[in-house]
């Protein structure tokens, strides 16, 4: 079965880093872009970064600069490193598989990030 499941996550001051994981499996993964969203409570979620099928990356300009999203399609794996955190970047950060159409296909249940 289908399974996207995230680590990484934890308390770290601010100026610090994280490097976020996401593990793939159960479906065709490189047919499909894969995407962090964030959303902390009482805020809408919000698409942080996302990989396309060749790599290409895309980062939110709330990001820009200090996140990289990349993927390795030899170990199913989709990466968020988080540099020079911030107290606004706390939110339960989910992966995401993002078909054609923009449709939103598979969701892993998040890791939190906190940022004190």
């Known amino acids: 079965h289908v399974q996207l499941v995230e680590s990484g996550g934890g308390s770290v001051q601010a100026g610090g880093t994280l490097r976020l994981s996401c593990a793939t499996s159960?479906?065709?993964?490189?047919?499909?872009?894969l995407a962090w969203f964030r959303q902390a409570p009482g805020k809408e979620r919000e698409a942080v970064a996302d990989?396309?099928?060749?790599?290409?990356?895309w980062v939110a300009d709330s990001v820009k600069g200090r996140f990289t999203a990349s993927r390795d399609n030899a170990e199913n794996t989709v990466y968020l490193q988080m540099n020079s955190l911030k107290s606004e970047d706390t939110s339960l950060y989910y992966c995401?598989?993002?078909?054609?159409?923009?449709?939103?296909?598979?969701w892993g249940r998040g890791t939190q990030v906190t940022v004190s």
């Open positions: 995401v598989a993002v078909g054609s159409s923009w449709s939103f296909k598979y």
């Open positions: 990989v396309d099928t060749r790599g290409t990356t």
């Open positions: 159960g479906f065709t993964h490189t047919e499909y872009f």
